[in-house]
Nanobody, 128 residues
Framework: QVQLVESGGGLVQAGDSLRLSCAASGRTISGYAFGWFRQAPGKEREFVAAISSIGISTNYADSVKGRFTISRDNAKNTLYLQMNSLKPEDTAVYYC?????????????????????WGQGTQVTVSS
């Protein structure tokens, strides 16, 4: 099991950028695949982005493709989400999630139930 703590959220204006971080502890993250999800008020938690355990493969929701970039730094045990050209509809609580993936090294995962560990979330609010 890995413990996850998100940071970097805040209040920004439309068009601004933010970088979210997800610090992992308890285990080295090298054998884990990661994802970012978000949940807006009154809506289901939805997939945003994912990265494979060796970082070669990434996957994005259509709504963020071309604006968001997921990355990982195994030496720092940290996952990132660079968010550019933010829109009011990006407003949500953002969660990072992890799952062991020592065999499926190039696989990304986009379903909530594919992940075993979750952080507490960080709020991102984008004003128009």
């Amino acid at each position: 099991q890995v413990q996850l703590v998100e940071s970097g959220g805040g209040l920004v204006q439309a068009g601004d950028s933010l970088r979210l971080s997800c610090a992992a502890s308890g285990r080295t993250i090298s054998g884990y695949a990661f994802g970012w999800f978000r949940q807006a008020p009154g809506k289901e938690r939805e997939f945003v982005a994912a990265i494979s355990s060796i970082g070669i493969s990434t996957n994005y929701a259509d709504s963020v493709k071309g604006r968001f970039t997921i990355s990982r730094d195994n030496a720092k045990n940290t996952l990132y989400l660079q968010m550019n050209s933010l829109k009011p509809e990006d407003t949500a609580v953002y969660y990072c999630a992890a799952r062991p993936s020592k065999i499926l090294l190039r696989q990304t995962f986009s379903l909530r139930n594919e992940y075993t560990d979750w952080g507490q979330g960080t709020q991102v609010t984008v004003s128009s």
